[in-house]
């Protein structure tokens, strides 16, 4: 960014699910830079949007971009995205004609305003941030206790966890399958929902410690996996 000129973009991505949240210090220093720099500053929020509160996540940061973008939360698993931002950057749009097969497609629109109703009135956050959480200190408590190697992180609702191992792929796999056998469909990370409850979380970490009790002991985790090891990332596209 330092390096950018007058007119560029910079953009941000919004999404803490691998690491701890920006703070409020780093964002607001990268919001300065793109003012005095004169660049359009845009927050990537379609999987942090509508999870921690009624709207963007930087609306907790305090720090206001050119450029917010969401989607997913916001219908609530119907298709919809928004865009938006300041009238001297989104003005810039009126010169561009955007042709559409779906132009007159309402009802993302209608799930949206829906979605977004439900989440005020059932104050949905509150339950997504309670539930996250208690899944993180549930994950780190029993870690403890089985003395196997983990790491969690990201935002409550969005709680991910990584196991610290020579094969780590290999524990993330055998992890979902005995969850699955146990009635859990789960993989590295978990997006906690409004119809979560206490005892479902209660359940799932019960659960959980009796699969960290094995993969903390087994000498072998390959032979207790009935398929192959999870891909990493995108590696499965690569020949």
Same mark, same amino acid.
């Given at each position: 960014?330092?390096?950018?000129?007058?007119?560029?973009?910079?953009?941000?991505?919004?999404?803490?699910?691998?690491?701890?949240?920006?703070?409020?210090?780093?964002?607001?220093?990268?919001?300065?830079?793109?003012?005095?720099?004169?660049?359009?500053?845009?927050?990537?929020?379609?999987?942090?949007?509508?999870?921690?509160?009624?709207?963007?996540?930087?609306?907790?940061?305090?720090?206001?971009?050119?450029?917010?973008?969401?989607?997913?939360?916001?219908?609530? #698993?119907? &298709?919809?995205? =928004?865009? %938006?931002?300041?009238? /001297?950057?989104?003005?810039? +749009?009126?010169? $561009?004609?955007?042709?559409?097969?779906?132009?007159?497609?309402?009802?993302?629109?209608?799930?949206?305003?829906?979605?977004?109703?439900?989440?005020?009135?059932?104050?949905?956050?509150?339950?997504?941030?309670?539930?996250?959480?208690?899944?993180?200190?549930?994950?780190?408590?029993?870690?403890?206790?089985?003395?196997?190697?983990?790491?969690?992180? #990201?935002? &409550?609702?969005? =709680?991910? %966890?990584?196991?610290? /191992?020579?094969?780590?792929? +290999?524990?993330? $796999?055998?992890?979902?399958?005995?969850?699955?056998?146990?009635?859990?469909?789960?993989?590295?990370?978990?997006?906690?929902?409004?119809?979560?409850?206490?005892?479902?979380?209660?359940?799932?970490?019960?659960?959980?410690?009796?699969?960290?009790?094995?993969?903390?002991?087994?000498?072998?985790?390959?032979?207790?996996?009935?398929?192959?090891?999870?891909?990493?990332?995108?590696?499965?596209?690569?020949?």
């Amino acid at each position: 960014l330092m390096d950018a000129h007058p007119g560029q973009f910079a953009a941000i991505y919004m999404e803490p699910q691998r690491s701890e949240p920006p703070t409020e210090t780093f964002l607001q220093g990268v919001r300065d830079l793109a003012t005095n720099h004169q660049c359009v500053l845009i927050f990537d929020e379609l999987t942090s949007g509508f999870r921690m509160n009624l709207g963007g996540i930087h609306m907790i940061h305090g720090v206001e971009p050119d450029i917010a973008v969401f989607g997913k939360a916001l219908g609530n #698993g119907y &298709p919809i995205s =928004a865009i %938006i931002g300041r009238r /001297s950057v989104m003005e810039s +749009a009126q010169a $561009t004609f955007i042709s559409s097969t779906f132009w007159t497609e309402k009802i993302g629109f209608v799930a949206a305003n829906a979605t977004i109703e439900n989440m005020r009135r059932n104050e949905t956050q509150t339950a997504l941030i309670k539930h996250g959480e208690r899944i993180q200190s549930g994950w780190t408590t029993i870690a403890n206790e089985t003395g196997l190697a983990v790491e969690v992180s #990201g935002i &409550p609702p969005l =709680a991910h %966890i990584e196991f610290k /191992s020579e094969n780590p792929l +290999a524990f993330q $796999t055998y992890y979902a399958q005995k969850m699955l056998e146990l009635g859990f469909l789960v993989g590295a990370a978990v997006y906690t929902t409004q119809s979560y409850t206490d005892e479902i979380v209660d359940e799932f970490i019960e659960a959980s410690k009796g699969v960290f009790q094995t993969l903390a002991t087994s000498p072998d985790v390959l032979q207790l996996l009935k398929g192959p090891v999870k891909h990493g990332g995108f590696t499965r596209l690569v020949k």
